[in-house]
């Protein structure tokens, strides 16, 4: 619990005994674990077809950094007098399978029950349950999530329409799988954020790689790198300070909301130097602002772990093809290759990743048209500036599954806490829309509701 | 193959190199096996948006029966210049994850991927796989299915939409679970169609049992009892004899479908001994006249077999609580019990039934309403003879969600081969309603093909 002891009192902990493998009977298929969850009934109308519960489908992290930081379901809450049910991702947090984390990540006989399809269906297992429990049974669920977990909520509506009526599902690119984004969508809009913030930020990014890999390739090139950059270890390589920079740049875009200005905080930083600066003392000073002007900068390797969740789903289903050719992008080029791909996951964890298994089990290419023909009430919502957008659903597909984006925002800035004073009215906005759009399925639910119990009341 | 042999030319037996576990990523996740599959391209119009794939959902026998006696998507295929792909289910037939059936039956470690979840994905990866060879990915597939494979085309359709535009689900007992339908509806049905036929048969049958048990209590009764019966071995227990009836009895009400006349020839022989006969002597000219007039009668114990493949699914996922009181039908009182149930199952497989999984996975109580709100594009089509109707979709749920049902038919009536001058009015009218629905399915996929292409093509 390090780190989220500030869990606010109306936010209760519990575990559920969830069963471990949903979809098969073998001899360990019907053992179980503690899944973490957390309710918060604060708000709760109680049992009545007009408090819906909002279910959290937990992503990549513990479920309590969810329940702590996405506080605009806890404003959905007050507003529709819902009950709040965060669930925790089985192999995050403290949802362990097999004991700890090191017997869980032991290997592919412990990680093997680790898929996007468990997890749904632990959501749906435990749903019914606490329904039950509520005597809620009539009681409209509505899923929210973001990033992966916004996948899992808009997968979720479609698997499940008998559990959740709708979903809101912030930042989920669920086209960035095989080629249906292309490979260089992620890096193209990276690219985009820092070109719209400064011509001379982005030129200077882009001339920046050549001239690291000339002066590492020179005597004492990589000391040199290592004091113009002010790392407080020294490089082992021009790459590890390449990925390093690469991967400033992709967060610094992806996490770039309200109330940071991460690109800004960067090109402000590279702007400002004094014509006729060194490039690469130009790259450091952006660098540095981008880490708080930190004395030194910790240039970590950024070696995948097998002991991360990410990679392990990375590894075996959520293969979203990042990657981009010499002139795509301000990067150096980086193709996506399956087969080194495929290579480094059997070395980290003897699996071979199925790279056409999600467009299989939830749809590809046709997504677009099957979620028109036959999906309703989702809301996709992005920031087109958020690098996943890329992979986002951009433009609504019926009446019902609605995109909602803003220029201005990036990844999940709509489930961040609503902060009333600060808040730039593009967000208040894109809130505002949700909102409406919730009640409305929230009403509809009701609607037929009532129309069915005068049904089976009539004569 | 034996028994199969007669399968006409056109159709073309295959084997596809299938994933074991889709939903797991453990070292033997990844094993593969052959899992069989034919194809009829006789009439196929060939790889256009006009030209449909009639995917037939394999159930529990081998899928050449299939291809071999439902004829009518034969019918479907000539109508619509259709491609046939029929499927077998995992576990069945020669589709044998483990080699052979003794291999593969062994105990849960091999039969823990025996599970509807797992054959619909199958059903996923491999008609994927096939549109792809051919070329066809823009054809419309719509998956068939009777009885248990009538349930799992409904599935099919709610859950792997962007797969299938539509299912025809016939005698699909979808709402057989939990207590979605009463324990009694399928003994109700059996007991309305032999009412219905004779009231004197009805009452007979019903007063047989307590004057069998009478009769096995006396000395020398068992002997007696195989006399009346004309049984060609001595029957073990008067509870041996009543199983047997009361399965006859059943499967003459589950299958008495034109050309047959299962419960006439069961109730006319009843009706036509002469007056103040016996009435166990009466029974057994019943029990004569539905085997054809046998000189014994084999009656055979009703032991589960652990190297059933429906046992597995009784005792894992398909547990359909089948059972009745003492006065709700014609048959001895027999509640359903999932505490036997459950205890039988274990000793029987050593695996526990989960009776809740069906409704969480695809939907309980509520199913109606979601298929109304959610889904489209399925028929499903009921006799009302059939017993298994019972649990059966037998209203419109919606515009697309429609039951077409006969008072006539009994279990999967429409899908046997057409046979033009014999088949019953009723029976021609049924199948015209469903092709005129498939009809339109077809038309509508087409117009929004049609409309999106105009939509990319404009300026």
Known sequence: ??????????????????????????????????QKYIINSKYWGGANTTSPIFVYTGDEAPIEGVAAYAGFIVELASRFKAFLLYIEHRYYG???????????????????????????????QLITCIKKNLSAQNSPVIAVGGSYGGMLASWFRLKYPHIVIGALASSAPILYFEDITPHDGYGAVVTKDFRETSENCYSTIRESWFEIDKVAAQTNGLMNLSNIFATCMSLNSSRQLKNFLELSYMSSAQYDNPPYDLVGTICRAIDGVPQETYILDTIAKGLNASFGGDSCIYVFDLKPSNQSGWEWQKCTEMVMPIGWGPNDTMFEAYPFDINNYTRDCIQL????????????????????????????????????????????????????????????????ADLQTPDPNNDPQWLVAQRDKEIKIIELWIAEYNAKLTSKVLDNKAP
Chains 1, 2 share one sequence.
């Open 1 to 34: 619990m390090s780190g989220y002891d500030q869990l606010p009192p109306d936010f209760l902990v519990f575990n559920y005994t969830q069963t471990l493998d949903h979809f098969g009977f073998k001899p360990e298929s019907n053992m179980t674990f503690k």
């Open 94 to 124: 403290d949802s362990m399978p097999f004991g700890d984390r090191s017997k869980s990540f032991q290997d592919t006989s412990t990680l093997g029950y680790f898929t996007s399809a468990q997890a749904l269906a632990d959501y749906a």
């Open 349 to 412: 964890f003897g699996v071979t990743p199925r790279p056409n298994w999600v467009t299989t089990e939830f749809g590809g290419h046709d997504i677009k048209s099957v979620l028109s023909n036959f999906g309703s009430n989702i809301i996709f919502s992005n920031g087109l500036r958020d690098p996943y957008s890329s992979g986002g659903v951009l433009q609504d597909l019926s009446d019902s599954i609605l995109a909602i984006y803003t220029n201005e925002g990036a990844h999940c």
